[in-house]
């Protein structure tokens, strides 16, 4: 068969189905490590596979074309809402930026814009760097910290300092379940609905909603006045495309809309990126040797953090290496051909889009924690459509300026304050998916000593 015969044929023929158990499909392996499946099946099948898991038939777009399909055109045929609309429904709204499709999309992500800038987070690097201090001065010599579980709670004071001048501390609990319980439960649909009615969720939903209407009750009484404006500042003067001011139940979801993107994404970035560290101890000490060249009493400026190579390089490369959102799950609501196959309408499709940081074509010895392919000559990450952490198309990561700042910022001044080994010292990397991807509980830090005038 020629080629223009070959891909005639294929129009008419189903994509390859990935082999899987009897009733459940490929669903357990899709549970426990989907990023390793879907590179697998990639290798073995191409760019475009099915997959069954129990009841659900999934499309898998994978690989550099995958990739470039999606940024260029995917956004005409693969839609969120059909997916994220339970989130939204949850939250009593069908303006919610994750769910939303087209030019209402656009508009409100412009809308939105500024609040999720990078210089939301810079203008509070005093803050941030006294609240990271504290929390590591706090520790005891000899003790262990459960490490993402103290990340998370970290990302979420400092998130909501900058998106809303506010402390999430009281609410983290709430936030954590009511976050862990809606991704799977509405959106993975990895837990069953029923769990959305949970007593436990239904009461943390409660107290997450009362979080962002005292955030936004705050923000109405105490107008700016002696600080620039921040994303709840902008939310409550921004419109709709209709031009429609946006509804209690919009601006909450809203409101709590940087939490639920920005938490675990940041903190089991950050767990990734220490546990990486600690494991590799050259790395370790060069980029502790950076942190450190800041005097002891400061903390380091934006300047200063885009200064250092290694840390950048290592941030880098632990969002390549575990990329927390590493496939973007779609509906298709148009039929439409990629890669000589049709995918029909009404598909659920998962775009692969972490598949490509595994590609020694674009990504050499990529099970190695390289941390020096990102600056020149070797510039790695530049070929479009192979280095995509942060997602494609239409709903990039609005948060991804902020997202990198957290990340160097809370490493920096961690290592800068404090010394940490592995705990255990033989600790393995073994990842969970719950619902994001992070390291698995038994990983801890262990404090050997407080540095810069802490308490021993
Ligand atoms: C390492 C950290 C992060 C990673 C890897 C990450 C990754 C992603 C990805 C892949 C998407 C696209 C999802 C999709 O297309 O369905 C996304 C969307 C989004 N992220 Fe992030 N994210 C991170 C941190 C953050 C932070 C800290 C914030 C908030 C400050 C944030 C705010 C958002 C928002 C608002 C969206 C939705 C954009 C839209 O729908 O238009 N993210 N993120």
Same mark, same amino acid.
């Given at each position: 068969?020629?080629?223009?015969?070959?891909?005639?044929?294929?129009?008419?023929?189903?994509?390859?189905?990935?082999?899987?158990?009897?009733?459940?499909?490929?669903?357990?392996?899709?549970?426990?490590?989907?990023?390793?499946?879907?590179?697998?099946?990639?290798?073995?099948?191409?760019?475009?596979?099915?997959?069954?898991?129990?009841?659900?038939?999934?499309?898998?777009?994978?690989?550099?074309?995958?990739?470039?399909?999606?940024?260029?055109?995917?956004?005409?045929?693969?839609?969120?809402?059909?997916?994220?609309?339970?989130?939204? #429904?949850?939250?009593?709204?069908?303006?919610?930026?994750?769910?939303?499709?087209?030019?209402?999309?656009?508009?409100?992500?412009?809308?939105?814009?500024?609040?999720?800038? #990078?210089?939301?987070?810079? #203008?509070?690097?005093?803050?941030?760097?006294?609240?990271?201090?504290?929390?590591?001065?706090?520790?005891?010599?000899?003790?262990?910290?459960?490490?993402?579980?103290?990340?998370?709670?970290?990302?979420?004071?400092?998130? @909501?300092?900058?998106?809303?001048?506010?402390?999430?501390?009281?609410?983290?609990?709430?936030?954590?379940?009511?976050?862990?319980?809606?991704?799977?439960?509405?959106?993975?649909?990895?837990?069953?609905?029923?769990?959305?009615?949970?007593?436990?969720?239904?009461?943390?939903?409660?107290?997450?909603?009362?979080?962002?209407?005292?955030?936004?009750?705050?923000?109405?009484?105490?107008?700016?006045?002696?600080?620039?404006?921040?994303?709840?500042?902008?939310?409550?003067?921004?419109?709709?495309?209709?031009?429609?001011?946006?509804?209690?139940?919009?601006?909450?979801?809203?409101?709590?809309?940087?939490?639920?993107?920005?938490?675990?994404?940041?903190?089991?970035?950050?767990?990734?990126?220490?546990?990486?560290?600690?494991?590799?101890?050259?790395?370790?000490?060069?980029?502790? @040797?950076?942190?450190?060249?800041?005097?002891?009493?400061?903390?380091?400026?934006?300047?200063?953090?885009?200064?250092?190579?290694?840390?950048?390089?290592?941030?880098?490369?632990?969002?390549?290496?575990?990329?927390?959102?590493?496939?973007?799950?779609?509906?298709?609501?148009?039929?439409?051909?990629?890669?000589?196959?049709?995918?029909?309408?009404?598909?659920?499709?998962?775009?692969?889009?972490?598949?490509?940081?595994?590609?020694?074509?674009?990504?050499?010895?990529?099970?190695?924690?390289?941390?020096?392919?990102?600056?020149?000559?070797?510039?790695?990450?530049?070929?479009?459509?192979?280095?995509?952490?942060?997602?494609?198309?239409?709903?990039?990561?609005?948060?991804?300026?902020?997202?990198?700042?957290?990340?160097?910022?809370?490493?920096?001044?961690?290592?800068?304050?404090?010394?940490?080994?592995?705990?255990? @010292?033989?600790?393995?990397?073994?990842?969970?998916?719950?619902?994001?991807?992070?390291?698995?509980?038994?990983?801890?830090?262990?404090?050997?000593?407080?540095?810069?005038?802490?308490?021993?």
């Amino acid at each position: 068969m020629n080629g223009l015969q070959e891909v005639e044929t294929r129009k008419y023929t189903k994509p390859p189905q990935m082999p899987g158990l009897p009733a459940l499909g490929s669903a357990l392996e899709l549970m426990r490590s989907p990023l390793a499946f879907f590179v697998r099946g990639y290798h073995e099948l191409g760019s475009v596979y099915r997959v069954r898991a129990a009841n659900r038939d999934l499309y898998v777009l994978a690989g550099r074309q995958a990739n470039l399909f999606m940024t260029q055109k995917g956004d005409g045929v693969l839609h969120s809402h059909e997916l994220f609309g339970d989130f939204a #429904r949850e939250l009593e709204t069908e303006i919610f930026l994750v769910a939303m499709d087209g030019a209402p999309h656009r508009h409100l992500r412009g809308e939105m814009r500024d609040g999720y800038a #990078r210089e939301a987070y810079m #203008r509070y690097l005093p803050e941030m760097g006294a609240l990271i201090q504290n929390t590591a001065r706090a520790w005891r010599v000899g003790e262990t910290i459960p490490a993402t579980r103290m990340l998370q709670r970290l990302v979420s004071r400092q998130l @909501s300092q900058a998106i809303a001048n506010f402390d999430a501390e009281p609410y983290f609990d709430a936030l954590s379940v009511f976050l862990n319980t809606i991704m799977n439960a509405a959106v993975l649909k990895t837990w069953p609905r029923i769990m959305l009615k949970n007593p436990r969720y239904v009461r943390a939903k409660r107290r997450v909603m009362d979080m962002a209407r005292e955030i936004l009750r705050r923000h109405r009484e105490e107008p700016v006045a002696g600080r620039a404006p921040d994303l709840i500042d902008d939310l409550l003067h921004a419109t709709t495309i209709d031009g429609k001011p946006l509804s209690e139940a919009a601006l909450i979801a809203a409101t709590v809309g940087p939490m639920i993107a920005g938490i675990d994404t940041a903190a089991n970035t950050l767990s990734f990126l220490l546990y990486s560290l600690l494991k590799n101890p050259d790395v370790l000490a060069r980029v502790q @040797s950076e942190a450190q060249r800041v005097p002891a009493a400061e903390y380091p400026t934006f300047a200063e953090l885009k200064a250092m190579r290694a840390l950048h390089g290592a941030a880098l490369e632990t969002l390549r290496l575990y990329p927390v959102a590493f496939a973007v799950p779609r509906m298709s609501v148009a039929e439409f051909e990629f890669d000589g196959y049709v995918v029909p309408k009404n598909q659920e499709v998962f775009v692969a889009s972490g598949v490509t940081h595994y590609l020694p074509e674009f990504f050499p010895e990529p099970y190695q924690f390289d941390i020096d392919r990102y600056d020149a000559p070797r510039q790695e990450q530049r070929k479009a459509g192979v280095f995509v952490p942060y997602g494609l198309g239409a709903h990039t990561c609005l948060g991804a300026g902020m997202a990198e700042l957290i990340i160097m910022f809370t490493t920096a001044m961690l290592l800068r304050t404090v010394e940490l080994t592995l705990a255990p @010292s033989d600790y393995v990397l073994r990842v969970r998916n719950m619902p994001l991807p992070r390291p698995d509980n038994r990983f801890g830090l262990r404090v050997m000593a407080l540095k810069n005038g802490g308490a021993q």
